[in-house]
């Protein structure tokens, strides 16, 4: 926008923004998203935040009182980039609008001129879900009530009465397919709303990579919410068939019992993939003392569900969705979390972008060898199973010893590239396989540091 | 004995695992994530896990051959079933409800019995104050409406709906309840005609009023849990109203949703006279707390519509909402403190602080 535009525009106050004079600066707080901003304003400034009411264009404040031109100007930029104010016309615009409320929420994070744009893109998005139990049947009334318009839904099921308890169907429901079902629903809550509905079972990669053959590969993201026969499996096939074309996607948390899981978003080569989580979450795990006994096979079996926990896992994913749409940073990359509802705590836990993956990993080269090496032995430090044998070596558990120059032959294996690990496979016959993991973590996290450094 | 065993079964939520190297069983609760840890030999653990199978009495006869292993195993089954990891097979035709009624909730029971972790009487007498009591839902909103909902999705029958709006074209975007076939029509009548689809054996109350300083509560005499999802007037003002209300009448307890405009993502709070502060403590508490916070008036003058909200952000308000009338149908002990939080939308993180009774307080002071 020119300097001539802004001057004609008659800014106002967003409504869902407080004003809250303090004795020595103003805050400014979004109601919407509970975020403050505070700022040292002079006199000068009050005056014209006091003014804001959309009766006047800006050139005719500044005449009128006789401020700094430049100087409001500037700070016009900072309030509007801030998502305090909007022009008047966009405020009647909101007033009758249908979608008035993802709007005005959308207000928060861009700055008003941006809002509509950010909300088309929203709308087009086109939504892929496996899986319409009590998690992802949910989750497609959510996106269909943020004005989201694209629907494609995967489910081999049909509506059940024991689904009634937790699910969004109803009685007329049973005995439809979950994916009628769910389109009827989509459909009465906006008649512009497109389905596709595959009634499959999905069991392998290749039945994802041929539905999404079919759609345009922008604006698009698989939820996958199914869990047959278990989750990860299933994950593993959606992140098969997303991670090759490049295709954000998110392992919908599921809940059991007291805690509802919180699952992580993916955006292929940009954050820690399903693989990438799997590994570290395996590593992490071994010091269980479970690991010594073998886990009995049982017969399927029905896990206790209720819709409080199933709804309130679908609204992180339909969180993240909306974030992804409107170019609002997601809250679950590289990360994976857990509400506990006995003591209403969240957790979470982060996870790194393994520059060894196999599925996602670019060139991690190393240029300066002796660089690397020396945050890899401080780094060693830090792990608990190695101890660090002056500048030359490292022993893992206390009985098995990695020289330096051992070390130096595997990253030439590598071609000083760590995302070659899993391809050379660094295995020196003396390390176990947990000791292999931590070496590969090691240099992973050497890696890190060396790149920031 | 014999006939008493051979009806028990593992129970859905538990996982087994056996060390092999030094003969021992872990039983894991996926609820608590508790362990039971027994020393047995591992044929008496693959027939644990048999027990609900077609091919049982083949293993048994299998492995079991001496009348001493036999009351041995018995003696184990004993022990697994006092430590409720067996149950018996029919437990949930041993509840005593409807039958109906048992099928729309048998994954809720299963739900209990792992939460309750203890044998299928508790669920019962858990289930039966939740089918027994009567609530009363002033305000079907956004947050109202899905709360009512997913009361009717564990359980509860008995129900009041109270409001005194009609449906417009925002209340259907906002809503999950309305649909455009609903626009015109009273919000208790559309939301009696919902429910209804989801269970038609909820017995629905309706009364069409707004609640006022001068309005006369008796309409709730008779229900035992009043929640509180109206935005107009004030909530703090209603909320006051009824506090004061059911600390006069006794036995009653308020729950006031979160989740109202301004204010999107806030979790509510249960009141139960004596033990958690009423609305007079907090709104003496906030009145305190918010005294140097005090927003300027706003130059937009009409500020109906100008909230931002997320559907995601009412249902998250109302499932915490549901989880917490749960949580106390499940343990009153659990409630003796009261606070509030908010589900904060960049983090996901759940900010939240206690509130204590205040001591001066006038109205609920007295009560033990």
């Not at chain 1, 000068?44 to 005719?60: A, N, P, Q, V």
């Not at chain 1, 007291?258 to 979450?281: D, E, N, R, Y």
Request: aromatic share 12%; charged share 25%; hydrophobic share 40%.
């Amino acid at each position: 926008m020119s300097i001539l535009q802004k001057l004609e525009i008659r800014y106002v106050i967003r409504g869902s923004v407080s004003i809250i004079p303090h004795d020595k600066y103003i805050e400014f707080f979004k109601s919407n998203t509970r975020v403050s901003k505070k700022i040292f304003v002079n006199n000068e400034l009050k005056k014209f935040i006091s003014l804001l009411d959309g009766k006047f264009t800006l050139r005719e404040l500044i005449d009128i009182h006789m401020f700094n031109e430049k100087f409001i100007l500037n700070f016009v930029e900072f309030l509007e980039s801030n998502c305090i104010i909007q022009s008047i016309d966009f405020s009647n615009i909101l007033e009758n609008h249908p979608w008035n409320h993802v709007l005005n929420f959308i207000g928060d994070y861009h700055p008003f001129y941006e809002v509509m744009t950010k909300f088309n893109k929203l709308q087009n998005a086109r939504i892929v879900i496996i899986g319409l139990g009590a998690v992802g049947s949910w989750i497609a009334i959510q996106l269909a009530k943020s004005g989201i318009k694209n629907f494609v839904v995967i489910d081999n099921d049909k509506v059940e009465e024991s689904n009634l308890n937790r699910s969004c169907f109803s009685y007329k429901d049973i005995s439809k397919y979950k994916t009628d079902a769910v389109a009827e629903l989509l459909v009465n809550i906006n008649s512009s709303i497109t389905i596709q509905k595959y009634n499959l079972s999905i069991t392998n990669t290749e039945q994802i990579n041929q539905i999404l053959d079919k759609i345009p590969s922008t604006n698009l993201i698989v939820i996958n919410c199914a869990d047959y026969p278990n989750v990860d499996v299933m994950a593993g096939f959606v992140h098969t068939s997303c991670i090759k074309k490049q295709i954000p996607y998110i392992i919908s948390g599921g809940y059991n019992l007291h805690l509802t899981l919180i699952g992580p978003t993916i955006i292929p080569f940009k954050s820690a993939c399903f693989k990438c989580i799997q590994k570290q979450l395996n590593y992490n795990d071994q010091i269980d003392d479970l690991i010594k006994s073998k886990k009995f096979e049982q017969s399927q079996r029905n896990i206790g569900n209720i819709a409080p926990l199933a709804i309130i896992s679908s609204t992180f994913t339909v969180n993240e969705t909306i974030k992804l749409f409107t170019d609002i940073s997601p809250t679950m990359i590289n990360r994976r979390g857990s509400i506990n509802f006995f003591n209403e705590e969240v957790s979470y836990q982060d996870f790194l972008k393994m520059p060894t993956c196999e599925d996602c990993s670019e060139d991690c080269s190393i240029d300066n060898i002796d660089k690397f090496l020396e945050i890899f032995f401080n780094e060693s430090e830090t792990v608990k199973s190695l101890k660090r044998i002056d500048n030359n070596s490292i022993v893992f558990d206390n009985s098995v010893l990695l020289l330096k120059k051992e070390i130096i032959q595997d990253l030439c294996n590598m071609n000083n590239d760590i995302s070659n690990f899993n391809k050379i496979k660094c295995t020196n016959k003396d390390l176990s396989l947990q000791n292999q993991q931590t070496y590969e973590f090691l240099m992973c996290d050497s890696f890190y540091k060396y790149t920031k450094a | 004995m014999n006939d008493f065993y051979n009806n028990l079964k593992l129970r859905d939520g538990i996982d087994i695992y056996y060390n092999d190297e030094e003969s021992f069983v872990t039983f894991v609760f996926l609820a608590s994530r508790k362990r039971l840890k027994v020393k047995v030999i591992h044929y008496f653990v693959l027939l644990i896990s048999k027990l609900d199978n077609d091919d049982y009495l083949d293993c048994f006869n299998k492995y079991i051959v001496t009348e001493e292993n036999k009351l041995k195993f018995f003696i184990f089954l004993k022990y697994l079933y006092k430590n409720n990891v067996l149950i018996e097979k029919e437990w949930i035709d041993l509840l005593k409800f409807d039958k109906e009624y048992k099928l729309f909730l048998d994954r809720h029971f299963k739900y209990l019995l792992d939460i309750t972790a203890n044998g299928y009487k508790e669920v019962q007498s858990v289930q039966q104050k939740i089918h027994d009591a009567n609530v009363a839902i002033i305000g079907l909103g956004a947050v109202g409406g899905v709360l009512l909902q997913e009361l009717v999705m564990m359980g509860f029958k008995n129900f009041i709906l109270v409001d005194h709006g009609i449906i417009d074209a925002q209340d259907v975007s906002r809503n999950f309840i309305f649909t455009q076939k609903n626009i015109g029509k009273r919000k208790i009548d559309a939301c009696e005609e919902y429910i209804h689809t989801i269970n038609p054996f909820v017995n629905i109350k309706k009364h069409f009023v707004s609640i006022n300083t001068d309005t006369n509560l008796n309409f709730l005499d008779n229900f035992e849990l009043i929640i509180n999802s109206a935005n107009r007037p004030y909530i703090g003002y209603t909320s006051i109203k009824l506090s004061r209300y059911i600390i006069e009448k006794k036995n009653k307890m308020l729950f006031v949703c979160g989740g109202f405009d301004a204010h999107l993502a806030s979790l509510g709070e249960l009141i139960i006279p004596g033990k958690t502060p009423c609305a007079d403590c907090y709104t003496n508490y906030f009145s305190t707390a918010l005294k140097d916070w005090k927003p300027i008036k706003h130059p937009v003058e009409n500020r109906e519509n100008v909230f931002g909200g997320l559907a995601s952000l009412n249902l998250f308000s109302a499932s915490f909402g549901a989880m917490k009338i749960l949580k106390y149908y499940l343990n009153e002990e659990l409630y003796n403190f009261g606070g509030r939080g908010e589900f904060l939308f960049d983090s996901y993180q759940i900010d939240k602080f206690n509130v204590n009774k205040d001591p001066n307080c006038q109205y609920c002071k007295n009560l033990r």
